[in-house]
């Protein structure tokens, strides 16, 4: 019995290093989905098949961002993933998040080239669409968060706009940018509905974007 358990982890030591291997060489150009979920459980789960679990997350939340994404209750629900692992893979989205808001801060103000920026990363990542991002900015409107809403009703595709404004005051956005991934998401009369019941609790809106291609449209602005 314990001869046959060696070769399974002599097993899963060669794929490792075949796939580090195909990293070095190529990056994660030539890698799957699940197999760059799998190079990334490589952190945290020593000796287990992480193929086998890659394969399962994607299959469960759909892609490596809807993964990352994924709450720690969500995660902790697909076998083999523990709390150590489910932390990690948070943690990674919130670093994502954080590299994302330097990149986009280097102007200072929030402005439309950085809309489009943040914009171009949140459409790449589909899965999101049923969330409202949320660019948080402080009082000179300089990028200090990026933050999810979960309140686009799934019938409709449109905005619960009482859940956004408790979800802001909630998080404590004081000023905040929405940037929507297509139109229906929140129209102009519910943007200004928005901003009249969040200003009264004290988060002022800066605008609110969708975007025609890569050219930012503010629902704001006549």
Same mark, same amino acid.
């Given at each position: 019995?314990?001869?046959?358990?060696?070769?399974?982890?002599?097993? !899963?030591? /060669?794929?490792?290093?075949?796939?580090?291997?195909?990293?070095?060489? *190529?990056?994660?150009? =030539?890698?799957? %989905?699940? +197999?760059?979920?799998?190079?990334?459980?490589?952190?945290?789960?020593?000796?287990?098949?992480?193929?086998?679990?890659?394969?399962?997350?994607?299959?469960?939340?759909?892609?490596?961002?809807?993964?990352?994404?994924?709450?720690?209750?969500?995660?902790?629900?697909?076998?083999?993933?523990?709390?150590?692992?489910?932390?990690?893979?948070?943690?990674?989205?919130?670093?994502?998040?954080?590299?994302?808001?330097?990149?986009?801060? !280097?102007? /200072?103000?929030?402005?439309?080239?950085?809309?489009?920026?943040?914009? *171009?990363?949140?459409? =790449?990542?589909? %899965?999101? +669409?049923?969330?409202?991002?949320?660019?948080?900015?402080?009082?000179?409107?300089?990028?200090?968060?990026?933050?999810?809403?979960?309140?686009?009703?799934?019938?409709?595709?449109?905005?619960?706009?009482?859940?956004?404004?408790?979800?802001?005051?909630?998080?404590?956005?004081?000023?905040?940018?929405?940037?929507?991934?297509?139109?229906?998401?929140?129209?102009?009369?519910?943007?200004?509905?928005?901003?009249?019941?969040?200003?009264?609790? /004290?988060?002022?809106?800066?605008?609110?974007?969708?975007?025609?291609?890569?050219?930012?449209? =503010?629902?704001?602005?006549?």
């Amino acid at each position: 019995m314990e001869r046959k358990t060696n070769k399974k982890s002599n097993l !899963h030591a /060669g794929h490792r290093s075949r796939m580090r291997k195909r990293f070095e060489t *190529d990056g994660f150009d =030539s890698f799957s %989905d699940h +197999e760059c979920l799998e190079m990334l459980l490589f952190n945290t789960m020593k000796r287990v098949n992480t193929n086998e679990i890659a394969h399962e997350l994607i299959d469960k939340f759909g892609s490596i961002s809807a993964v990352l994404n994924a709450s720690d209750e969500e995660l902790i629900k697909v076998d083999g993933i523990g709390d150590v692992t489910s932390k990690y893979l948070t943690s990674l989205n919130s670093r994502v998040s954080s590299i994302m808001v330097q990149q986009v801060s !280097h102007t /200072g103000k929030f402005d439309k080239i950085n809309a489009a920026v943040i914009a *171009d990363w949140i459409m =790449s990542t589909p %899965d999101d +669409e049923g969330k409202i991002p949320i660019v948080v900015c402080n009082s000179h409107d300089e990028i200090v968060d990026i933050l999810y809403a979960n309140t686009v009703d799934e019938s409709t595709g449109a905005c619960d706009i009482r859940k956004l404004a408790d979800f802001l005051i909630d998080n404590n956005c004081t000023r905040y940018v929405l940037i929507l991934h297509n139109k229906k998401q929140l129209d102009s009369k519910s943007a200004e509905a928005l901003r009249i019941f969040t200003e009264a609790l /004290g988060a002022n809106i800066i605008d609110a974007y969708y975007f025609e291609g890569q050219k930012p449209i =503010s629902l704001f602005e006549k």
